[in-house]
C-alpha cells in the first residue's frame, strides 16, 4: 500500500478517533488531521495547545464549547453527500474544546500551527462561501470553510464534491515551493467519502521529475498525503466524491502552479481546486 494512503481503523477508539494525522506521522512540519465518531450522548474534549483547529461537523449535531465560548444543538447535514455547508467551530492555540454528540457525529478536526492571533468562534453555513468551479467534466462544488480570506493563523479549510465521471484538482496543479508570489508552500491532506461507500476516487501525485509518482485508488474514510507534487483527482462514473482539504505552510495563502503540459485546460483566470 502507498505510504501517501493512511487508513482508518476498523472500529472507533474509546475516544472516538478512527483516523489520525500528525505531523510526525506524516513526515512534515504543519498540517494535522483527525476524524472522530462520536455515538449520541459521547463528548470529547482536547487541549489545542501550541496548535489552531478548525472543528467541522462532517454530519450530525452536537454541543461545542471552549474555554470562553459555547454554541449550543448546532450541525444541520446528516451526511456530507446533502451538499450544504457544514457547522464549524474554530479554536486557537492556547485554548481548549469540548463537543457532545446530540447525534450521530462524524466530526473532522484540522490542525495548524497557531500564533494566538485570533478569537474562538463558529463558522455557521451562511458564512461558508459556495461555488460551481469547472465545467463538462470538469465541473464540482466547492464550499469554502476556512479561506485565506476569514481570520485564521495557519489552516486553510475547504469541501469539494465531485460528481461521478467528473475530475478535480484538475488541470494538475502543486503549491510545493516557497516562492511567493508565483507559487506557497502548502502541505495537504485529502479526506475522502463516497457514494454509494463501496466507491472509491482516484488520486495521482507526482513531481515534475518524476521522483514522486503515485497513482492511488482511494477509498470511503480514508486519507490521502500531499506533501509536494500535482495532485489531480478523478471520481469513476456511478461514485460521488467527497473530499476535504486541510491546508498550511509559512505563509497563509493559497498560490498554485499548475503542470505546464496541461495548464492548456484551464480557462483564465485559472483556479483547479
Known amino acids: 500500500m502507498s505510504e501517501l494512503i493512511v487508513k482508518p481503523v476498523q472500529a472507533p477508539g474509546a475516544d472516538g478517533s478512527v483516523l489520525s494525522i500528525t505531523p510526525q506521522s506524516a513526515g512534515w512540519e504543519y498540517v494535522g488531521f483527525e476524524v472522530f465518531k462520536l455515538a449520541p450522548g459521547q463528548s470529547l474534549h482536547r487541549e489545542t495547545g501550541d496548535q489552531e483547529a478548525c472543528l467541522v461537523l462532517l454530519s450530525g449535531k452536537a454541543d461545542v464549547s471552549t474555554s ?24 486557537p ?8 454528540a446530540l447525534t450521530e457525529l462524524e466530526l473532522a478536526v484540522c490542525l495548524a500551527p497557531g500564533k494566538g492571533g485570533h478569537e474562538a468562534r463558529l463558522i455557521s453555513p451562511d458564512q461558508v462561501s459556495v461555488e460551481n468551479r469547472g465545467n463538462g467534466n470538469m465541473a464540482r462544488l466547492v464550499q469554502n470553510i476556512l479561506p485565506e480570506t476569514e481570520p485564521a493563523d495557519s489552516l486553510l479549510v475547504v469541501e469539494v464534491f465531485t460528481p461521478g465521471g467528473h475530475w478535480s484538482s484538475y488541470p494538475p496543479h502543486k503549491h510545493d515551493r516557497d516562492f511567493l508570489p508565483e507559487e506557497s508552500f502548502l502541505e495537504e491532506t485529502y479526506y475522502y467519502r463516497t457514494n454509494p461507500s463501496q466507491g472509491f476516487a482516484v488520486q495521482r501525485v507526482y513531481t515534475d521529475d518524476r521522483s514522486l509518482d503515485e497513482t492511488l485508488a482511494v477509498a470511503d474514510g480514508e486519507a490521502v498525503l500531499v506533501p509536494k507534487g500535482y495532485h489531480p483527482v478523478s471520481a469513476p462514473p456511478g461514485y460521488d466524491v467527497y473530499y476535504l482539504n486541510v491546508m498550511a505552510g509559512p505563509t497563509r495563502i493559497w498560490k498554485f502552479y499548475n503542470d505546464p503540459a496541461h495548464a492548456w485546460l484551464m480557462p483564465s483566470p485559472a483556479v483547479p481546486r
Open 68 to 91: 470562553t465560548r459555547s454554541w449550543d444543538n448546532i450541525g444541520e447535514r446528516m451526511s456530507v453527500f446533502e451538499k450544504i455547508p457544514p457547522y464549524s467551530v474554530y479554536v
Open 93 to 100: 492555540n492556547g485554548d481548549s474544546w469540548n463537543i457532545t
